[in-house]
Protein backbone atom coordinates (compact mmCIF):
# COMPACT_ATOMS: atom_id res chain seq x y z
CA UNK A 1 0.00 0.00 0.00
CA UNK A 2 1.33 3.48 -0.79
CA UNK A 3 1.79 5.57 1.89
CA UNK A 4 0.84 9.18 2.34
CA UNK A 5 3.55 11.60 4.07
CA UNK A 6 1.84 14.34 5.92
CA UNK A 7 3.12 17.05 7.83
CA UNK A 8 0.77 19.02 9.92
CA UNK A 9 1.80 22.68 10.82
CA UNK A 10 0.25 24.52 13.66
CA UNK A 11 1.70 26.99 16.07
CA UNK A 12 -1.38 25.85 18.43
CA UNK A 13 0.97 22.83 20.05
CA UNK A 14 -2.51 20.41 21.19
CA UNK A 15 -4.47 21.15 17.96
CA UNK A 16 -1.29 19.81 15.82
CA UNK A 17 -0.36 16.88 17.90
CA UNK A 18 -4.09 15.56 18.19
CA UNK A 19 -4.99 16.09 14.27
CA UNK A 20 -1.63 14.25 13.68
CA UNK A 21 -2.65 11.40 16.19
CA UNK A 22 -5.91 11.52 14.32
CA UNK A 23 -4.47 10.79 10.72
CA UNK A 24 -1.67 8.71 11.56
CA UNK A 25 -4.66 6.25 12.87
CA UNK A 26 -5.35 5.94 8.96
CA UNK A 27 -3.26 2.38 7.22
CA UNK A 28 -1.90 4.48 4.51
CA UNK A 29 -1.03 7.63 6.46
CA UNK A 30 2.48 8.62 7.94
CA UNK A 31 2.36 12.33 9.29
CA UNK A 32 4.65 14.61 11.47
CA UNK A 33 3.92 18.20 13.78
CA UNK A 34 5.61 20.93 13.26
CA UNK A 35 4.73 24.03 15.41
CA UNK A 36 6.13 26.86 13.87
CA UNK A 37 7.18 27.92 10.08
CA UNK A 38 11.40 27.51 10.68
CA UNK A 39 10.16 23.77 12.74
CA UNK A 40 7.83 22.96 9.47
CA UNK A 41 11.28 24.20 7.65
CA UNK A 42 13.79 21.61 9.49
CA UNK A 43 11.02 19.05 8.47
CA UNK A 44 11.30 19.28 4.97
CA UNK A 45 15.16 19.80 4.46
CA UNK A 46 15.34 16.73 7.11
CA UNK A 47 13.04 14.84 4.30
CA UNK A 48 14.91 15.94 1.38
CA UNK A 49 18.27 14.72 3.55
CA UNK A 50 16.53 11.23 4.04
CA UNK A 51 14.97 10.67 0.23
CA UNK A 52 11.63 10.60 2.51
CA UNK A 53 9.76 13.61 1.22
CA UNK A 54 6.28 14.67 2.36
CA UNK A 55 3.38 14.50 0.04
CA UNK A 56 1.26 16.64 1.44
CA UNK A 57 1.65 19.99 4.08
CA UNK A 58 -1.46 21.11 6.00
CA UNK A 59 -0.38 24.77 7.33
CA UNK A 60 -2.65 26.81 9.47
CA UNK A 61 -3.82 30.33 7.73
CA UNK A 62 -2.81 32.01 11.28
CA UNK A 63 0.68 30.70 11.56
CA UNK A 64 2.51 33.23 13.81
CA UNK A 65 4.91 35.13 12.16
CA UNK A 66 8.41 34.08 13.42
CA UNK A 67 12.23 34.26 12.27
CA UNK A 68 13.28 32.25 9.57
CA UNK A 69 16.68 30.61 10.82
CA UNK A 70 19.48 30.57 8.52
CA UNK A 71 20.33 27.62 6.73
CA UNK A 72 16.85 26.03 6.44
CA UNK A 73 16.29 25.70 2.82
CA UNK A 74 17.02 28.46 1.84
CA UNK A 75 13.73 30.25 1.45
CA UNK A 76 14.01 33.65 2.97
CA UNK A 77 13.30 35.82 -0.13
CA UNK A 78 10.85 33.58 -1.08
CA UNK A 79 8.28 33.22 1.90
CA UNK A 80 9.04 37.00 2.63
CA UNK A 81 7.87 39.86 1.15
CA UNK A 82 9.39 42.78 3.48
CA UNK A 83 12.75 41.23 3.10
CA UNK A 84 12.81 40.37 6.36
CA UNK A 85 12.65 36.18 6.40
CA UNK A 86 9.24 35.69 8.07
CA UNK A 87 7.58 33.08 7.79
CA UNK A 88 3.74 32.98 8.45
CA UNK A 89 1.22 30.31 7.02
CA UNK A 90 0.72 31.87 3.41
CA UNK A 91 4.07 32.67 2.92
CA UNK A 92 5.15 29.74 4.08
CA UNK A 93 3.19 27.91 1.33
CA UNK A 94 5.11 30.40 -1.18
CA UNK A 95 8.49 29.39 -0.14
CA UNK A 96 7.81 25.90 0.03
CA UNK A 97 5.82 25.86 -3.18
CA UNK A 98 9.59 27.62 -4.54
CA UNK A 99 11.74 24.93 -2.92
CA UNK A 100 9.78 21.83 -3.28
CA UNK A 101 6.88 22.41 -5.64
CA UNK A 102 6.23 18.54 -5.15
CA UNK A 103 4.66 19.12 -2.12
CA UNK A 104 0.78 20.05 -2.18
CA UNK A 105 -0.17 22.40 0.48
CA UNK A 106 -3.37 22.70 2.43
CA UNK A 107 -4.37 26.13 4.12
CA UNK A 108 -6.47 25.52 7.39
CA UNK A 109 -8.40 27.76 8.29
CA UNK A 110 -10.86 29.05 11.77
CA UNK A 111 -13.04 30.78 9.13
CA UNK A 112 -13.92 31.04 5.36
CA UNK A 113 -12.22 34.64 4.18
CA UNK A 114 -12.32 35.14 0.29
CA UNK A 115 -9.12 37.11 0.26
CA UNK A 116 -7.06 35.14 2.29
CA UNK A 117 -8.14 32.05 0.52
CA UNK A 118 -7.29 33.64 -2.73
CA UNK A 119 -3.62 34.65 -1.27
CA UNK A 120 -3.33 30.89 -0.99
CA UNK A 121 -4.54 30.22 -3.76
CA UNK A 122 -1.80 32.44 -6.26
CA UNK A 123 0.51 31.16 -3.04
CA UNK A 124 0.71 27.73 -4.61
CA UNK A 125 -1.62 26.44 -2.24
CA UNK A 126 -3.88 23.38 -3.50
CA UNK A 127 -6.77 23.55 -0.78
CA UNK A 128 -8.50 25.54 1.86
CA UNK A 129 -10.49 23.84 4.79
CA UNK A 130 -12.17 24.72 7.94
CA UNK A 131 -10.40 23.34 10.70
CA UNK A 132 -13.50 22.04 12.25
CA UNK A 133 -14.43 20.24 9.45
CA UNK A 134 -14.93 16.04 9.54
CA UNK A 135 -11.41 13.92 9.70
CA UNK A 136 -13.21 11.85 6.60
CA UNK A 137 -13.41 15.48 4.75
CA UNK A 138 -9.89 16.23 5.45
CA UNK A 139 -8.73 13.13 4.12
CA UNK A 140 -10.67 13.25 1.20
CA UNK A 141 -8.88 16.43 0.20
CA UNK A 142 -5.50 15.11 1.05
CA UNK A 143 -5.80 12.32 -1.04
CA UNK A 144 -7.75 14.95 -3.68
CA UNK A 145 -5.07 17.28 -3.51
CA UNK A 146 -2.47 14.46 -4.70
CA UNK A 147 -4.45 13.76 -7.87
CA UNK A 148 -4.08 17.47 -8.73
CA UNK A 149 -7.20 18.51 -7.29
CA UNK A 150 -8.01 22.43 -5.85
CA UNK A 151 -10.32 21.68 -3.16
CA UNK A 152 -12.40 24.93 -1.68
CA UNK A 153 -15.56 24.97 0.59
CA UNK A 154 -18.54 26.21 -1.61
CA UNK A 155 -19.32 29.22 -0.49
CA UNK A 156 -15.61 30.69 -0.82
CA UNK A 157 -16.19 29.78 -4.85
CA UNK A 158 -17.45 32.95 -5.77
CA UNK A 159 -15.83 35.28 -3.30
CA UNK A 160 -12.63 33.37 -4.22
CA UNK A 161 -13.38 33.90 -7.95
CA UNK A 162 -14.20 37.39 -7.71
CA UNK A 163 -10.46 38.06 -5.73
CA UNK A 164 -8.35 35.94 -8.71
CA UNK A 165 -10.27 38.39 -11.26
CA UNK A 166 -9.39 41.40 -9.50
CA UNK A 167 -5.72 40.35 -9.17
CA UNK A 168 -5.66 39.29 -12.73
CA UNK A 169 -6.76 42.82 -13.56
CA UNK A 170 -4.82 44.84 -10.90
CA UNK A 171 -2.04 42.37 -12.58
CA UNK A 172 -2.61 43.63 -15.75
CA UNK A 173 -2.15 47.26 -15.52
CA UNK A 174 0.99 46.58 -13.69
CA UNK A 175 2.50 45.17 -16.57
CA UNK A 176 1.53 48.03 -18.69
CA UNK A 177 3.08 50.69 -16.72
CA UNK A 178 6.23 48.66 -16.30
CA UNK A 179 6.50 48.22 -20.27
CA UNK A 180 6.40 51.93 -20.31
CA UNK A 181 9.78 51.88 -18.60
CA UNK A 182 12.51 52.28 -21.07
CA UNK A 183 15.61 49.36 -20.57
CA UNK A 184 17.65 51.13 -18.03
CA UNK A 185 14.65 52.77 -15.99
CA UNK A 186 13.72 48.58 -15.93
CA UNK A 187 16.92 47.91 -14.49
CA UNK A 188 17.18 50.55 -11.80
CA UNK A 189 13.17 48.85 -10.97
CA UNK A 190 14.61 45.76 -10.19
CA UNK A 191 17.46 47.04 -8.34
CA UNK A 192 14.85 48.52 -6.31
CA UNK A 193 12.84 45.36 -5.99
CA UNK A 194 16.07 44.09 -5.08
CA UNK A 195 16.59 46.42 -1.72
CA UNK A 196 19.31 48.98 -3.30
CA UNK A 197 19.67 52.60 -2.63
CA UNK A 198 20.49 55.19 -4.74
CA UNK A 199 24.10 55.16 -3.70
CA UNK A 200 24.32 51.06 -4.47
CA UNK A 201 22.64 51.22 -7.60
CA UNK A 202 24.74 53.81 -8.74
CA UNK A 203 27.99 51.55 -8.11
CA UNK A 204 26.10 48.81 -9.75
CA UNK A 205 25.21 49.79 -12.80
CA UNK A 206 28.27 52.58 -12.73
CA UNK A 207 26.01 55.44 -13.16
CA UNK A 208 26.09 59.20 -11.03
CA UNK A 209 24.10 59.03 -8.22
CA UNK A 210 22.34 62.13 -9.75
CA UNK A 211 21.41 60.04 -12.79
CA UNK A 212 20.37 57.31 -10.09
CA UNK A 213 18.02 59.28 -8.66
CA UNK A 214 16.69 61.15 -12.08
CA UNK A 215 16.12 57.32 -13.36
CA UNK A 216 14.27 56.40 -9.64
CA UNK A 217 11.90 59.70 -10.40
CA UNK A 218 11.06 58.59 -13.83
CA UNK A 219 10.67 55.20 -12.70
CA UNK A 220 7.62 56.24 -9.65
CA UNK A 221 6.21 59.14 -12.28
CA UNK A 222 5.56 56.49 -14.79
CA UNK A 223 4.37 53.98 -12.61
CA UNK A 224 1.79 56.29 -10.96
CA UNK A 225 3.36 56.00 -7.23
CA UNK A 226 5.04 58.30 -4.54
CA UNK A 227 7.39 56.09 -2.80
CA UNK A 228 9.97 53.09 -3.77
CA UNK A 229 7.88 51.04 -1.73
CA UNK A 230 4.77 51.60 -4.06
CA UNK A 231 6.96 51.31 -6.80
CA UNK A 232 8.45 47.77 -5.41
CA UNK A 233 4.78 46.49 -4.95
CA UNK A 234 3.25 47.20 -8.10
CA UNK A 235 6.83 45.76 -9.83
CA UNK A 236 6.02 42.47 -8.32
CA UNK A 237 2.24 42.60 -9.08
CA UNK A 238 3.70 42.69 -12.82
CA UNK A 239 5.88 39.56 -11.81
CA UNK A 240 9.12 41.87 -11.79
CA UNK A 241 12.08 40.32 -10.28
CA UNK A 242 14.83 41.73 -8.41
CA UNK A 243 18.16 42.22 -9.45
CA UNK A 244 20.38 39.06 -9.08
CA UNK A 245 23.31 40.13 -6.15
CA UNK A 246 25.38 37.32 -5.91
CA UNK A 247 28.28 38.27 -4.92
CA UNK A 248 27.15 41.76 -4.05
CA UNK A 249 26.77 43.83 -1.20
CA UNK A 250 23.10 44.63 0.18
CA UNK A 251 23.56 48.53 0.28
CA UNK A 252 21.92 51.68 1.36
CA UNK A 253 18.36 51.34 2.02
CA UNK A 254 15.62 51.74 -0.84
CA UNK A 255 13.38 54.09 1.26
CA UNK A 256 13.47 56.84 4.29
CA UNK A 257 10.60 58.40 5.24
CA UNK A 258 9.00 58.16 1.67
CA UNK A 259 11.54 60.15 -0.09
CA UNK A 260 14.26 58.29 -2.09
CA UNK A 261 17.38 56.84 -0.20
Not at 35 to 46: I, K
Request: glycine fraction near 8%.
Amino acid sequence: MARIRVLVVDDHRIFAESLAAALAAEPDVDVSAAGSGPAALRCLDRSVAESRRYDVMLVDADLGAVANPAGTLAVAQAVSENGEGVVDGISLVAGVRSVQPAVRTVVLAEKDDPHRAALALQAGASGWVAKDCSLQRLLAVIRGVLRDETHLPPALLTGVLRELTAARKHRTESEQLVESLTPREREVLRCMVAGLGRKAVAERLFLSPHTVRTHMQNVLGKLGVHSTLAAVALARRAGVGPADLSGDLAGDVVERGGQLA
